[in-house]
């Protein structure tokens, strides 16, 4: 029974994904693969990294802004 609805949903989701546009950056990503000393410029400049750091900021910032409405709500705040 599990498969069968595993199945189901696999179809589902892969049928809401076709609905979605394809995304513009594909060709700028597939010209980037391409280049050989992109490895060494990313050795340098370490972009997973600053994504990594980024991505965690704005979780930082945006959990603060979420308690700060909460607080509000519930008035512990002025």
Do not use: C
Not at 55 to 75: C, E, N, P
Request: no cysteine.
């Amino acid at each position: 029974m599990s498969a069968f609805m595993k199945e189901i949903l696999d179809k589902f989701l892969s049928a809401v994904i076709k609905l979605f546009p394809l995304s513009p950056f594909m060709p700028v990503i597939n010209e980037l693969s391409g280049m050989p000393f992109l490895k060494y410029i990313n050795w340098f400049v370490p972009i997973g990294d600053f994504v990594k750091i980024g991505t965690l900021w704005i979780s930082a910032i945006g959990a603060y802004y979420a308690w700060t409405v909460i607080a509000r709500w519930v008035k512990l705040l002025g």
